[in-house]
């Protein structure tokens, strides 16, 4: 049962099996995750967008894991 003391945060540091698979260590092989996409789903009717997402890349990440 959940410790109703304990923060979302604190809960998922203290299950290992998460920590284990979900660390930046497991993913950084994997990065950028790719989310699937029906292949029936239509374009997005919008033309413009207020913010757009450019992958950067790990590198920033991979140098606070050491």
Known sequence: MRNP???PAQTRAHDSD?????SF???R???PL?????ADLPPS???LYRSSYVYGGY???NNRAK
């Not at 998460?18 to 979900?22: A, K, L, N, Q, S």
Request: charged fraction near 25%.
């Open 5 to 7: 003391t304990l923060s």
């Open 18 to 22: 998460f920590v284990t698979r979900c």
């Open 25 to 27: 260590a497991a993913l």
């Open 29 to 31: 092989a994997r990065l």
């Open 34 to 38: 790719l989310w699937p996409v029906p």
């Open 45 to 47: 009717p919008k033309k």
């Open 59 to 61: 590198e920033d990440l």
